[in-house]
């Protein structure tokens, strides 16, 4: 088992680009969230998706858009990029969040820069 | 609202010695409680969690933790640090139903 997989590992934008993370997962989650990572700040909660075709907005969802393609895969979107958007995304997944002691598992990360 | 507190954010630590990362929480019901780690340029691991029962759980690398429900805190502990230790831990809370909640993490380097 790959786990959590992301692409790409690595991203240099420019202010107002458009991009597409991609997260793939193949535990047979029905959960899976976009995370991003700022120095101090810990993770904080984009978007998840509780099971396939839900998503839902977490703590800070402006700027970015979700598609839950199908079970196995959760993409983010950047539609017009921003310096603040600077940061290391992270995607995760788990059982489900209706199981009371739901684990997440996390990709590797994806670090992503906006000049 | 829930949050998670970690109120150290760097630890430096003698290897072999012993260390304690601190984690408080705030909950009005009753919650799930993890430690995760992430080593440089990596995703974020389970390290160990509390779910019922034990209130002191321990991992396969000699870390443990215990639930103390009366102060609120979920505190990390090693008694011998290796330099392969050296990482961010995160504390994070999980309540039935809900998301995560991530505290801001405590990096420990383990000095030689």
């Known amino acids: 088992n790959a786990g959590v997989t992301q692409t790409p590992k690595f991203q240099v934008l420019k202010t107002g680009q458009s991009m597409t993370l991609q997260c793939a997962q193949d535990m047979n989650h029905n959960s899976m969230y976009w995370y991003r990572q700022d120095p101090g700040m810990g993770l904080r909660l984009i978007y998840y998706?509780?099971?396939?075709?839900?998503?839902d907005k977490g703590e800070v969802p402006n700027g970015y858009n979700v598609s839950r393609l199908n079970k196995r895969e959760f993409s983010l979107r950047l539609e017009s990029a921003a310096p603040s958007q600077t940061s290391v995304y992270f995607c995760?997944?788990?059982?489900?969040?209706?199981?009371?002691?739901?684990?997440?598992?996390f990709g590797p990360g994806t670090r992503l820069t906006v000049l | 609202a829930q949050s998670v507190t970690q109120l150290d954010s760097q630890v430096p630590v003698f290897e072999e010695a012993p260390v304690e990362l601190r984690c408080n929480y705030s909950s009005s019901v009753s919650v799930y409680l993890f430690w995760y780690v992430q080593y440089p340029n990596q995703g974020l691991q389970l390290l160990l969690k509390y779910l019922s029962g034990s209130t002191l759980v321990e991992s396969i690398n000699g870390f443990e933790a215990e639930f103390n429900k009366s102060q609120t805190s979920f505190h990390l502990r090693k008694p011998s640090v290796h330099i392969s230790d050296t990482a961010e831990y995160f504390c994070a809370l999980l309540r039935g139903g809900q998301n995560f909640v991530f505290g801001p993490g405590t990096r420990l380097s383990v000095l030689p």
């Open positions: 998706s509780a099971s396939e075709g839900t998503t």
């Open positions: 995760a997944s788990s059982e489900g969040l209706q199981h009371p002691s739901d684990t997440q598992y």
